[in-house]
């Protein structure tokens, strides 16, 4: 079994920061590519930003220059440091990783239950 959980979401003031954490266990082989998506209210989760195991980035316009994604020295950690916040980004964020577990055959993807984050004008 994978079980990734995140944490570090809640309530700050337009403007601020936050630091979400993502910390994948079990029986893990290797993790590859992880990523941070979010889901506010009413609309369909979106892509925020992801990582590969050899560190290469990518992130949504949305959010480039604002966010930092980032992985851990544990390589099953992954963290988002949120700054320059705005009341858009208001969501529940989610972790995701593509792994390779001893459990199942393969590589593939499982997700967080997710953080809520809320941002306040």
């Known amino acids: 079994q994978v079980q990734l959980v995140e944490s570090g979401g809640g309530l700050v003031q337009a403007g601020g920061s936050l630091r979400l954490s993502c910390a994948a266990s079990?029986?893990?082989?290797?993790?590859?590519?992880m990523g941070w998506y979010r889901q506010a209210p009413g609309k369909q989760r979106e892509w925020v930003a992801s990582?590969?195991?050899?560190?290469?980035?990518n992130y949504a316009d949305s959010v480039k220059g604002r966010f930092t994604i980032s992985r851990g020295n544990a390589k099953n950690t992954m963290y988002l440091q949120m700054n320059s916040l705005k009341p858009e980004d208001t969501a529940v964020y989610y972790c995701?990783?593509?792994?390779?577990?001893?459990?199942?055959?393969?590589?593939?993807?499982?997700w967080g239950q997710g953080t809520p984050v809320t941002v306040s004008s």
């Open positions: 995701n990783g593509f792994v390779v577990a001893y459990s199942s055959p393969g590589a593939k993807t499982y």
């Open positions: 990582i590969t195991s050899g560190g290469s980035t």
């Open positions: 079990g029986t893990i082989i290797s993790i590859n590519a």
